[in-house]
T-cell receptor, first 112, second 113 residues
Framework: GENVEQHPSTLSVQEGDSAVIKCTYS??????FPWYKQELGKGPQLIID?????GEKKDQRIAVTLNKTAKHFSLHITETQPEDSAVYFC???????????FGAGTRLTVKP | KAGVTQTPRYLIKTRGQQVTLSCSPI?????VSWYQQTPGQGLQFLFE???????NKGNFPGRFSGRQFSNSRSEMNVSTLELGDSALYLC????????????FGSGTQLSVL
C-alpha cells in the first residue's frame, strides 16, 4: 500500500520568512496530492491540492510542487504570518474509493 | 453552506462500553469517510461510505463499524471500548464519487478511562 513520509516534523521560522515542507510517496499510481492545515481543536482543512498531470500550483502565498519521477512533492509558504502556525499534513491518493494516506504532519511555528 | 458537523464534540467512556458518533456531511456530498487521529499513529483511515454502501475499510478490528443513511448522514460505532481507542475521530465528506477534496469536521474527542 501507499506510504507517505513527511519532513520535517517541526519547523520554526521567523515571520516573513518562507517555509518548505517535503513529502515522498511510494505508490507510483498515486495521482492526487492534497495538503491540509490543522489548527488546535479543529479538523484538517484543505489548503491546496495538485494532480499528477501538473508540476506546480500556486494560490497566493502557498504553492505546491510535484516531481513524479522522484515521487516527492513539497509545500511552500512565502511571507509567513503568525496565523500560519499550525500542523500541516500532506497526503497521497490513487483516487480509488478512499485510499488516501497521510503524512505524519509538520508542526509549523511562525515567530512574530 | 454549512460544513461537516460532528456530534458530540467530546465523549468520556469507560472500558467495555460502546459509543456511537454522528456525522452530517456538507449538503450534496454523498461520500463520508472516517479517520482516527492519535499523536502516535497520526491520521488513519477507518472506512468510507458512498450512497449507503461501505466501499472501503481500513485495518481496524471489527469492533469499529459504521453506516450511512439515505440522507448521507453517517454514524460510527465502537463496541467494547479499549483504552487505546482514545483518539480524535474525524469525519470527512466529499462530493466526488472517488475520494478527492475531503472536507473534515472538527472531530469527536473520545477518552476511554
Amino acid at each position: 500500500g501507499e506510504n507517505v513520509e513527511q519532513h520535517p516534523s517541526t519547523l520554526s521560522v521567523q515571520e516573513g520568512d518562507s517555509a518548505v515542507i517535503k513529502c515522498t510517496y511510494s505508490d507510483s499510481a498515486s495521482n492526487y496530492f492534497p495538503w491540509y492545515k490543522q489548527e488546535l481543536g479543529k479538523g484538517p482543512q484543505l489548503i491546496i491540492d495538485i494532480r499528477s498531470n501538473v508540476g506546480e500550483k500556486k494560490d497566493q502565498r502557498i504553492a505546491v510542487t510535484l516531481n513524479k519521477t522522484a515521487k516527492h512533492f513539497s509545500l511552500h509558504i512565502t511571507e509567513t504570518q503568525p496565523e500560519d502556525s499550525a500542523v500541516y499534513f500532506c497526503a497521497a491518493s490513487t483516487g480509488y474509493f478512499n485510499d488516501m494516506r497521510f503524512g505524519a504532519g509538520t508542526r509549523l511555528t511562525v515567530k512574530p | 453552506k454549512a460544513g461537516v458537523t460532528q456530534t458530540p464534540r467530546y465523549l468520556i467512556k469507560t472500558r467495555g462500553q460502546q459509543v456511537t458518533l454522528s456525522c452530517s456531511p456538507i449538503s450534496g456530498h454523498r461520500s463520508v469517510s472516517w479517520y482516527q487521529q492519535t499523536p502516535g499513529q497520526g491520521l488513519q483511515f477507518l472506512f468510507e461510505y458512498f450512497s449507503e454502501t461501505q466501499r472501503n475499510k481500513g485495518n481496524f478490528p471489527g469492533r469499529f463499524s459504521g453506516r450511512q443513511f439515505s440522507n448521507s448522514r453517517s454514524e460510527m460505532n465502537v463496541s467494547t471500548l479499549e483504552l487505546g481507542d482514545s483518539a480524535l475521530y474525524l469525519c470527512a465528506s466529499s462530493s466526488a464519487s472517488r475520494n478527492e477534496k475531503l472536507f473534515f469536521g472538527s472531530g469527536t474527542q473520545l477518552s476511554v478511562l
